[in-house]
């Protein structure tokens, strides 16, 4: 896994464990957009032989979203509306335009939020066993295949253009690492 730059603040985890319902239901339209993501990239010529690829990643997560969905029912939560996440949001708003630009900083981007997701899975495995030990199993289970959508995703962009994925990498975990050192007070994942 990458070296982040401002490690998760520690006022996230006490967050999360107050507002668990609401933070699955974040978590469920997490993996639905993880699912349009893949899906999206298949619109760039630069990926056009990686469709496979990128479809068995909406694939698996789809069967994410229907397993926070079950989870959500077996714990009486409705599943409600997205909220948008302010780290997502700046992160992907400064996704440049313009062909090469605009795919090499989508695929960092993407991969950026799967390692955050991976990191926190695996904060919330051992941060929630006293809460709920099933959740605590469910997110140590994706802890290995978000990481896997991280790495394939800067595989992607780094077989496009290594040293404009490199640089664009410096630049997007300069800035997660200035945006994580202002927490919000959103119950969300990120
Ligand atoms: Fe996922
Ligand atoms: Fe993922």
């Not at 409600?80 to 062909?99: C, D, E, L, N």
């Not at 962009?157 to 690492?177: G, K, M, V």
């Amino acid at each position: 896994m990458l070296l982040w730059r401002e490690k998760v603040p520690d006022s996230w985890l006490p967050k999360v464990r107050a507002n668990l319902p609401a933070v699955l239901i974040d978590h469920a339209h997490l993996e639905r957009k993880a699912a349009t993501a893949a899906l999206n990239l298949e619109k760039y010529v630069e990926l056009h032989d990686c469709v496979s690829e990128l479809n068995a990643i909406a694939i698996e997560e789809l069967q994410h979203f229907e397993l926070v969905l079950r989870l959500l029912r077996e714990r009486g939560v409705a599943f409600t509306g997205p909220v948008k996440s302010p780290w997502i949001s700046a992160m992907m708003g400064q996704v440049r335009k313009g062909r090469r630009e605009q795919v090499i900083d989508h695929l960092v981007v993407c991969a950026l939020i799967e390692g955050r997701s991976c990191e926190k899975f695996q904060l919330l495995a051992e941060g929630v066993r006293d809460l709920d030990p099933g959740l605590a199993d469910f997110y140590a289970s994706l802890v290995e295949s978000e990481g896997n959508h991280y790495a394939t995703y800067l595989i992607m962009a780094r077989h496009i253009d290594l040293a404009e994925t490199e640089r664009r990498l410096d630049y997007f975990l300069d800035l997660d690492a200035q945006l994580i050192r202002q927490p919000h007070p959103l119950p969300m994942l990120h």
